[in-house]
Antibody, heavy 121, light 106 residues
Framework: EVQLVESGGGLVQPGRSLRLSCTASGFTFGDYAMSWVRQAPGKGLEWVGFIRSKAYGGTTEYAASVKGRFTISRDDSKSIAYLQMNSLKTEDTAVYYC????????????WGQGTLVTVSS | DIQMTQSPSSLSASVGDRVTITCQASQDISNYLNWYQQKPGKAPKLLIYDASNLETGVPSRFSGSGSGTDFTFTISSLQPEDIATYYCQQYDNLVTFGPGTKVDIK
């Protein structure tokens, strides 16, 4: 059974950093790209970014709203994807979901339960 | 960047009604369009991928159609458990979600 478990959320002050983790199980983690999607309170879904599998170069793509501040990485030996968030802003407050695609395309068939990040002074 | 719009933003319908949601892309995205259902406090669930393909295990009352810039999502007979917000998502160029359509029971 595929499982994605996010961790690392919490309350953080503006300008500070936070790292989220997504621990995966039930599939061959290294074969898949992994994405992060967020949802501000009462708002819609916003794609944050993804990291391709090593077979596709392990490269990353980001939404314009987080580019240069957020970094996605992966440790295939541990089946964990990370979201490093720097220079956090109040508008980054959201539930952050880790997602797995069906195959090479970003069609998200599995989602984690989400972890809440609150950016506030 | 590709922008996605959805209409309506919300709707109320009776059990058994046919419900239709439209999604429009700001440029041609071929059939690279997915639909998700999100219930309050839960993660989204994939319903339709590549515009018209029903995800395994999803009831057949859900369907999708369209290509290019205009897409349609249909619930053929609304059930109480379909109360949720529905999102379209393009992946022709990176990823963009539509703003969502909230569906409730009249």
């Amino acid at each position: 059974e595929v499982q994605l478990v996010e961790s690392g959320g919490g309350l953080v002050q503006p300008g500070r950093s936070l790292r989220l983790s997504c621990t995966a199980s039930g599939f061959t983690f290294g074969d898949y790209a992994m994405s992060w999607v967020r949802q501000a309170p009462g708002k819609g879904l916003e794609w944050v970014g993804f990291i391709r599998s090593k077979a596709y170069g392990g490269t990353t793509e980001y939404a314009a709203s987080v580019k240069g501040r957020f970094t996605i990485s992966r440790d295939d030996s541990k089946s964990i994807a990370y979201l490093q968030m720097n220079s956090l802003k109040t508008e980054d407050t959201a539930v952050y979901y880790c997602t797995k695609p069906i195959a090479a395309a970003p069609i998200f068939d599995y989602w984690g339960q989400g972890t809440l990040v609150t950016v506030s002074s | 960047d590709i922008q996605m719009t959805q209409s309506p933003s919300s709707l109320s319908a009776s059990v058994g009604d046919r419900v239709t949601i439209t999604c429009q892309a700001s440029q041609d995205i071929s059939n690279y369009l997915n639909w998700y259902q999100q219930k309050p406090g839960k993660a989204p669930k994939l319903l339709i991928y590549d515009a018209s393909n029903l995800e395994t295990g999803v009831p057949s009352r859900f369907s999708g159609s369209g290509s290019g810039t205009d897409f349609t999502f249909t619930i053929s007979s609304l059930q109480p458990e379909d109360i949720a917000t529905y999102y379209c998502q393009q992946y022709d160029n990176l990823v963009t979600f539509g703003p969502g359509t909230k569906v409730d029971i009249k």
